[in-house]
């Protein structure tokens, strides 16, 4: 009874060992993928912010605390309209002084110059006079012009886009008060890598994905390439000209997919499907074949096949490191 305990255990064990070794060394389980026809896109990617093309960043040129503002956000505007006014109590009492300053100065140049002109007067005197009213003009002017400073006014007619500032605050030298500008119509303003740059051309369209619209492609057309690049970013300003349906709103940000080659009915493969220039094809008996393909465009999901792969032949994706031909393999992955 004993033995046949033992005998019993090692079956057991032998059992277990067996099935463990036999699960261990199955096939990989994978995805396979038909290869099918479709467009195959190359695409340059860059990020972008939408702007109208005509507008104006509005910053006052002197600091002050504003005690006047239209509220005028989202209304038509004409050039020239007061959006801010900035606290000008000491600069208005600057220009009173100096007016004040300036009539007296100007009575008694006048004066002097009657008895210069009848010898009683001398010239040094008539002098010091002229030059002092002189002075005292240009010290008005400036004065005057200091007081118009602290008149913030719309640079160009349209619409105010966003206010910032309010009454209370204080305005400080190049802080955005206000955008004003035309609300249409829309470009896009894109940032394109450098060593990408040689391949955006003006005319070609882009597609764009804006977070405010999960799931719709947008299109764009490329308009101009700004001649300088950034030296510290590394990039070119890029811009884009929007349909004038579209939805996007002026301050949204997106992607930016520029089309520089197309090629219609071609045959696409899942860019993770290739292993250096070759994919890993499944047989009809499940064995897998390492075969070396041709690609010809090379999109960001997609790639093209021109030559060594058929349409309907099934290859993995994404490619599994280590197979090799011959290699068995299990489709647990759905086909697509």
Same mark, same amino acid.
């Given at each position: 009874?004993?033995?046949?305990?033992?005998?019993?255990?090692?079956?057991?064990?032998?059992?277990?060992?067996?099935?463990?070794?036999?699960?261990? #060394?199955?096939?990989?389980?994978?995805?396979?993928?038909?290869? *099918? $026809?479709?467009?195959?896109?190359?695409?340059?990617?860059?990020?972008?912010?939408?702007?109208?093309?005509?507008?104006?960043?509005?910053?006052?040129?002197?600091?002050?605390?504003?005690?006047?503002?239209?509220?005028?956000?989202?209304?038509?505007?004409?050039?020239?309209?007061?959006?801010? $006014?900035?606290?000008? &109590?000491?600069?208005?009492?600057?220009?009173?002084?100096?007016?004040?300053? !300036?009539?007296?100065?100007?009575?008694?140049?006048?004066?002097?110059?009657?008895?210069?002109? $009848?010898? %009683?007067?001398?010239?040094?005197?008539?002098?010091?006079?002229?030059?002092?009213?002189?002075?005292?003009?240009?010290?008005?002017?400036?004065?005057? *012009?200091? !007081?118009?400073?602290?008149?913030?006014?719309?640079?160009?007619?349209?619409?105010?886009?966003?206010?910032?500032?309010?009454?209370?605050?204080?305005?400080?030298?190049?802080?955005?008060?206000?955008?004003?500008?035309?609300?249409?119509?829309?470009?896009?303003?894109?940032?394109? #890598?450098?060593?990408?740059?040689?391949?955006?051309?003006?005319?070609?369209?882009?597609?764009?994905?804006?977070?405010?619209?999960?799931?719709?492609? !947008?299109?764009?057309?490329?308009? *101009?390439?700004?001649?300088?690049?950034? +030296?510290?970013?590394?990039?070119?300003?890029?811009?884009?000209? !929007?349909?004038?349906?579209?939805?996007?709103?002026? &301050?949204?940000?997106?992607?930016?997919?520029?089309?520089?080659?197309?090629? *219609? #009915?071609?045959?696409? %493969? +899942?860019?993770?499907?290739?292993?250096?220039?070759?994919?890993?094809?499944?047989?009809? #008996? &499940?064995?897998?074949?390492?075969?070396?393909?041709?690609?010809?465009? $090379?999109?960001?999901?997609?790639?093209?096949?021109?030559?060594?792969?058929?349409?309907?032949?099934?290859?993995?994706?994404? /490619?599994?490191? &280590?197979? /090799?031909?011959?290699?068995?393999?299990?489709?647990?992955?759905?086909?697509?």
């Amino acid at each position: 009874m004993r033995w046949m305990r033992i005998a019993a255990f090692v079956l057991v064990a032998g059992g277990a060992v067996t099935a463990w070794f036999l699960w261990s #060394n199955r096939p990989p389980e994978v995805t396979v993928v038909a290869a *099918s $026809r479709g467009e195959a896109a190359e695409i340059v990617y860059a990020t972008g912010v939408i702007e109208p093309e005509s507008w104006a960043k509005v910053t006052p040129v002197r600091r002050g605390r504003i005690v006047e503002s239209c509220n005028c956000e989202g209304e038509p505007i004409e050039a020239g309209k007061l959006l801010f $006014r900035l606290d000008d &109590g000491e600069v208005k009492a600057r220009v009173e002084e100096m007016r004040s300053r !300036l009539e007296l100065a100007q009575i008694e140049l006048a004066r002097t110059t009657g008895l210069f002109e $009848r010898g %009683v007067a001398t010239r040094e005197k008539y002098d010091q006079l002229l030059a002092q009213v002189a002075e005292l003009r240009a010290g008005l002017a400036a004065a005057e *012009s200091q !007081l118009l400073d602290l008149e913030i006014r719309a640079p160009l007619g349209g619409q105010v886009l966003r206010i910032e500032g309010d009454v209370g605050e204080v305005a400080e030298l190049g802080e955005a008060l206000a955008w004003v500008g035309q609300p249409t119509p829309l470009r896009v303003i894109a940032d394109v #890598n450098e060593e990408d740059i040689p391949l955006v051309l003006v005319g070609q369209d882009a597609l764009l994905k804006a977070d405010a619209f999960p799931g719709r492609m !947008l299109e764009a057309t490329v308009s *101009s390439i700004t001649p300088m690049g950034d +030296p510290d970013l590394k990039t070119y300003r890029v811009r884009l000209d !929007l349909p004038g349906e579209t939805p996007l709103r002026i &301050g949204m940000s997106v992607d930016v997919n520029i089309v520089i080659r197309l090629e *219609s #009915n071609a045959i696409l %493969v +899942p860019a993770p499907a290739l292993v250096g220039d070759a994919v890993q094809v499944v047989g009809v #008996n &499940g064995a897998v074949e390492l075969r070396p393909v041709e690609i010809g465009v $090379r999109g960001a999901d997609a790639v093209q096949v021109t030559a060594g792969l058929e349409v309907g032949e099934r290859v993995i994706s994404p /490619a599994i490191d &280590g197979l /090799a031909t011959g290699d068995k393999i299990r489709t647990g992955g759905a086909e697509e």
